[in-house]
């Protein structure tokens, strides 16, 4: 079975700091991607990436940034946390298009 | 992106089937149909796709209408564990890295 894994479950920062989402994936694949999920307006894709170190903006970068040294490995980057960050913040890899995507048990991150 | 429409909400009993629609009449035709499911506190769940013909796996089968402007997952026997919120996505082939819109997905209630 294919696994995707985040760093945290919970986590909770307070605004102005620098924080970094985890995402593992165990199955090569070359596609990964970040969404936030927020009451009301569903999965939003942030960022995604389809080769190591290529990246590519979703539909809500602004305030993120991500990094993908290793094929494996995908994170994601809030310079300056403020207040409307805090959501749920979902991790997927897919091997190819269009194929399916695989998510991780998200993050939910609280900014104070 | 072409959009979806699916019911907020639909309740079921234990054991019995259920039929979940969705509209997509602005599809087109490159576009594959996926199917995912989010049960509570996890990320989303791949389900199952088609494109034009319809498909059965091990979870579900789903049936795609002739002129694909609509689809229906179907659950052949429910049971509680099922309870989830299920997506209607249009993915376009061969383009956006496989990029996933989400809409509001319907939310599956079913009883014992």
């Known amino acids: 079975d294919v696994k995707v894994t985040q760093s945290s479950r919970y986590l909770v920062k307070r605004t102005g700091e620098k924080v970094f989402l985890e995402c593992v994936q165990d199955?090569?694949?070359?596609?990964m991607f970040w969404y936030r999920q927020d009451p009301g307006l569903g999965l939003r894709l942030i960022y995604f990436?389809?080769?190591?170190?290529?990246?590519e903006k979703g539909d809500i970068p602004e305030g993120y940034s991500v990094s993908r040294e290793k094929k494996e490995r995908f994170s994601l980057i809030l310079e300056s946390a403020s207040t409307n960050q805090t959501s749920m913040y979902l991790c997927?890899?897919?091997?190819?298009?269009?194929?399916?995507?695989?998510f991780g048990p998200g993050t939910r991150l609280t900014v104070l | 992106d072409a959009k979806t429409t699916q019911p907020n909400s639909m309740e079921s009993n234990e054991e019995e089937p259920v039929h979940l629609p969705c509209n997509h009449s602005?599809?087109?035709?490159?576009?594959?149909i996926h199917w995912y499911r989010q049960l509570p506190s996890q990320g989303p769940e791949y389900v199952i796709h088609?494109?034009?013909s319809n498909v059965n796996n091990r979870m579900a089968s789903l049936a795609i209408a002739e002129d694909r402007k609509s689809s229906t997952l179907i659950l052949h026997r429910a049971t509680l564990r099922d309870a989830a919120v299920y997506y209607c996505?249009?993915?376009?082939?061969?383009?956006?890295?496989?990029?996933?819109?989400f809409g509001q997905g319907t939310i599956l209630t079913v009883h014992p």
């Open positions: 088609g494109l034009t």
């Open positions: 602005t599809i087109s035709g490159t576009d594959y």
């Open positions: 996505i249009l993915r376009a082939g061969g383009t956006s890295y496989g990029k996933l819109t």
């Open positions: 990436s389809y080769d190591v170190k290529m990246k």
């Open positions: 199955m090569d694949h070359e596609n």
């Open positions: 997927a890899s897919s091997l190819s298009q269009p194929d399916t995507q695989y």
